[in-house]
C-alpha cells in the first residue's frame, strides 16, 4: 500500500492524523468535522513542533514508547494553526488560471 502524499511538495508523507475539528459557518453556528496535519520531512524540516517526531521516524528500527507523546506534542502545535491567506490566495489565483 502506498503512503499518502504531502499536499505541499507530493512526496510521501511520513505521518497522516484526522483528528475531530469544531469551526462556525457564516451564520454562527457549529459546524463538526474532521481535520487532517499531514508531516512531511521536507516541507516540516525546520519546524520545530516537527523536530522530535520528524527524528523518531526517519530513524532505523521500531519506534519508541515515546512516539504517542511526539504525536500528541506536534498535533497540539499544528492543530491551532491556520493558513497564511497570502499563501491561500495565490494558490487560488493559480487554480483560477489553470496551473494547478
Given amino acids: ?3 499518502p502524499l504531502c499536499a505541499r511538495c507530493t512526496a510521501p508523507a ?3 492524523v484526522r483528528y475531530p475539528h469544531t469551526w462556525r459557518n457564516s451564520s454562527g453556528a457549529p459546524v463538526d468535522g ?3 496535519s499531514v ?3 521536507s516541507c516540516d524540516a525546520d519546524d520545530p513542533a516537527a523536530e522530535g517526531l520528524l527524528a523518531l521516524l526517519t530513524e532505523d528500527g521500531a519506534p ?3 512516539l504517542v507523546d511526539l504525536v500528541g506534542d506536534w498535533l497540539t ?3 491551532h494553526r491556520t493558513p497564511d491567506h497570502t ?3 495565490a494558490e487560488e489565483a493559480r487554480w483560477r488560471a489553470g496551473d494547478l
Avoid: N, Q, T, Y
Fill in 87 to 89: 499563501d491561500l490566495a
Fill in 1 to 3: 500500500m502506498s503512503r
Fill in 34 to 36: 474532521l481535520r487532517e
Fill in 77 to 79: 502545535a499544528v492543530r
Fill in 14 to 16: 511520513l505521518l497522516v
Fill in 39 to 41: 508531516l512531511c520531512g
Fill in 64 to 66: 519508541p514508547a515515546r
